[in-house]
């Protein structure tokens, strides 16, 4: 296979879409005879590129889409002929529908995660036109990946037949998130003694932290030694830091603010359970929920809403727990479940440990992706005249 894979989010940037846009190019990049990443020129972009054993080719381009004009130069300078592109999100199938139709390509495949099937950047007023547009892009190319269920039934609002998915879910690395007790971690953080529970992500309000503060007074009086740790930032932490005194459990919760990214597994490790109940708040979707295969992976116990992918992201009561969104009683009663009982703690994390090995790393992704293009590309040579 020669694939072209174009994607709006890519390293040096960092977020869940651009590990999902890395983590598959680097195995794509060793299984196609051909293989570019075309992704935005972004400060610091140079310097990543040369690390990576594959090409990457840089554009300047806005965010939501990478222009056919833009485009030309690219496939012009790697002066390859390429079967098949593969889109991170459904904004950049723009620039390759015409080389399609051209007979430059022979597939089109683009990826769904959730939020870039539920966002228009126009005013509600003169919304419809980009809804048809999406409509459009979508309803045209040759097959679609969504990473969750949920993000299925999205793609079938959109028009999108089910028979053209394929439903992929995120992945996570276990060489990178394993288990492990992180002494120093634990020392840094000052957590000996303590319970640990952790949330990691964006501080905006549809992540649920919010609940959590709320169902932690009743945890609190079950599990005296718990802490509550806050990694990230965002614009809604000075009202979670307000709230956490209004019901009187500052003193539990600390706010860890931007942890670097070497530093993720170790914070995984150090903690006891990571807790994460996000909201539907659309556009803003919890499409998946990556963040809980990387704390199975580090063998730890995980507690998520029943909203968007997250059912997909855990098994529940084999991997983690779920809840009602907004229930903070709910969800006080699972934090109390797995905070009080080491051991079904511990049979969480290890089955969830076990779940990611066997079918949710990158590398099982990656050899599911190819071989369904690879097939679809098969199957479009033998229905050629």
């Known amino acids: 296979m020669?694939?072209?894979?174009?994607?709006?989010?890519?390293?040096?940037?960092?977020?869940?879409?651009?590990?999902?846009?890395?983590?598959l190019a680097r195995r794509l990049a060793q299984r196609c005879e051909a293989f570019v990443v075309i992704a935005p020129r972004v400060p610091g972009a140079a310097e990543a590129d040369r690390a990576l054993p594959f090409e990457v080719a840089r554009v300047r381009a806005s965010y939501d889409t990478l222009s056919v004009k833009a485009l030309r130069p690219v496939l012009a300078r790697t002066h390859a002929s390429f079967d098949a592109a593969f889109h991170v999100q459904w904004p950049t199938a723009l620039s390759t529908l015409p080389?399609?139709?051209?007979?430059?390509?022979?597939r089109i495949f683009v990826a769904a995660h959730g939020r870039e099937l539920l966002f228009n950047p126009l005013p509600a007023a003169l919304g419809a036109p980009y809804e048809r547009l999406r409509r459009s892009v979508l309803t045209r190319v040759?097959?679609?990946?969504p990473v969750s269920r949920y993000t299925g039934g999205l793609l079938e609002r959109a028009g999108v037949a089910p028979e053209r998915m394929t439903v992929l879910p995120n992945g996570a690395d276990p060489d990178r998130f394993s288990p492990g007790d992180a002494p120093a971690m634990r020392k840094r953080l000052g957590v000996a003694g303590r319970r640990v529970a952790l949330s990691v992500c964006r501080l905006v309000p549809r992540k649920g932290l919010?609940?959590?503060?709320?169902?932690?007074?009743?945890?609190?009086?079950?599990?005296p030694e718990v802490l509550y740790l806050i990694g990230g930032d965002g614009p809604d932490r000075?009202?979670?830091?307000?709230?956490?005194?209004?019901?009187?459990?500052a003193e539990r919760v600390r706010f860890l603010g931007k942890i670097p990214d070497a530093d993720l597994p170790d914070h995984f490790r150090a903690s006891d359970v990571f807790v994460m109940p996000s909201r539907l708040d659309p556009p803003q979707v919890e499409g998946f929920g990556l963040v809980f295969l990387e704390a199975n992976?580090?063998?730890?116990?995980?507690?998520?809403?029943?909203?968007?992918?997250?059912?997909?992201?855990?098994?529940?009561?084999?991997?983690?727990?779920?809840?009602?969104?907004?229930d903070a009683g709910a969800l006080a009663d699972a934090m109390i479940r797995v905070l009080a009982d080491p051991d079904l703690a511990r049979r969480l994390g290890e089955q969830g440990r076990a779940r990611?090995?066997?079918?949710?790393?990158?590398?099982?992704?990656?050899?599911?992706?190819?071989?369904?293009?690879?097939?679809?590309?098969?199957?479009?040579?033998?229905?050629?005249p």
């Open 210 to 223: 919010d609940t959590v503060l709320r169902a932690l007074p009743r945890v609190a009086e079950a599990v």
């Open 99 to 106: 080389a399609r139709r051209l007979g430059r390509l022979r």
């Open 238 to 249: 000075p009202r979670l830091e307000a709230l956490a005194r209004e019901v009187g459990v």
């Open 356 to 384: 990611v090995l066997g079918g949710f790393t990158w590398d099982h992704l990656a050899d599911r992706l190819h071989e369904a293009m690879a097939r679809d590309l098969t199957a479009s040579s033998n229905a050629a």
């Open 297 to 326: 992976a580090c063998g730890k116990p995980v507690i998520g809403a029943c909203t968007g992918g997250i059912p997909d992201a855990i098994a529940e009561g084999e991997t983690g727990l779920l809840v009602a969104p907004d």
């Open 142 to 145: 040759d097959r679609l990946f």
């Open 2 to 23: 020669r694939l072209l894979f174009l994607t709006q989010d890519f390293p040096p940037d960092v977020g869940g879409t651009q590990t999902y846009a890395f983590e």
